[in-house]
């Protein structure tokens, strides 16, 4: 992956304006939310993928909930990134690639917390989807 290829951004249209406000505003926070955009490869396509995404920080790991708003399916950015790890990342101004990789049940278990008590949603959302919504732990490497 590299910073320079085209992306195609979210489908969704609540997503697509999330990443177009990021972008016009070089990424200031909207109040309460720690947000950032993620990059991904389609995992049948090829092409870069980004969509936008609430975050929570575990010291310098950027950790990621793949709720899909309690859908019983996966998103396709967390399809994507278990297909290939090597993801970028914009976080405020900055834009810098990471590797992903799901949390352990053990890390899940420490993790779930923290994250509830970030954004207190997700615990609706654990609660409604009929399947263990995976956490993704996402460290810089460039």
């Known amino acids: 992956m590299t910073l320079t290829e085209s992306v195609v951004d979210s489908p969704n249209p609540w997503v697509a304006?999330?990443?177009r406000r990021f972008e016009e505003t070089a990424g200031q926070?909207?109040?309460g939310i720690s947000d950032l955009l993620l990059t991904t490869r389609g995992r049948r396509s090829g092409q870069l993928r980004r969509t936008a995404l609430a975050y929570v920080r575990d010291g310098d790991v950027y950790v990621l909930t793949a709720s899909n708003a309690g859908a019983d399916r996966h998103p396709?950015?967390?399809l994507n990134l278990t297909a290939?790890?090597?993801?970028?990342?914009?976080v405020g101004a900055e834009t810098f690639l990471a590797t992903?990789?799901?949390a352990?049940?053990?890390e899940a278990e420490r993790l779930w917390p923290v994250v509830v008590a970030e954004?207190?949603?997700y615990a609706a959302y654990?609660?409604?989807?009929?399947?263990?919504?995976?956490l993704i732990l996402v460290t810089r490497t460039g």
């Open 119 to 121: 954004m207190p949603s």
């Open 17 to 19: 304006e999330h990443i």
């Open 100 to 102: 992903a990789r799901p």
């Open 104 to 106: 352990s049940p053990a």
């Open 84 to 90: 290939d790890p090597v993801v970028t990342l914009q």
């Open 29 to 31: 926070p909207r109040p």
């Open 76 to 78: 396709s950015w967390y």
């Open 126 to 134: 654990r609660d409604a989807a009929h399947r263990e919504i995976p």
